[in-house]
């Protein structure tokens, strides 16, 4: 009966222990360096926001002047052949898509005006 009682009691030990290491591990923060896949991340990321602030400007003296756009377009198109086999660009290659067709719509926009002038004229 003395040993019966003493195996549950180091049961009981064990498994009060056992409880304790598992709450105080869901209690603890994870610290950890972010690997080499996040580092890559994080870099694309910043390259992105960066050239949004970049083109922005350069798309902003260039609004009015089709040439100007077409070169946009073609630094875009660039980068996206460039980005083509990396597989974390995507958002990258989703912004330089959507600045295309955007670039595009105003050169078409800007092409519109000026065939519309002659007319406006007589």
Known sequence: MMKIA???????????AIGYNVWSAHQE??????????????QLHSQLEEAKRVEAQVEKQGWDSAPQLRFLIEA???RIEKLAGNTQAGEIVAYDKDSISRLEKRIA??????????VAQN
């Open 6 to 16: 003493i195996a549950l009691g180091v049961v009981a030990v064990l498994v009060a």
């Open 76 to 78: 875009h198109k660039q």
């Open 29 to 42: 923060t994870v610290t950890s360096a972010p690997d080499a896949l996040e580092t890559g991340r994080q």
């Open 109 to 118: 926009d800007l092409e519109l005006q000026k065939a519309a002038e002659p």
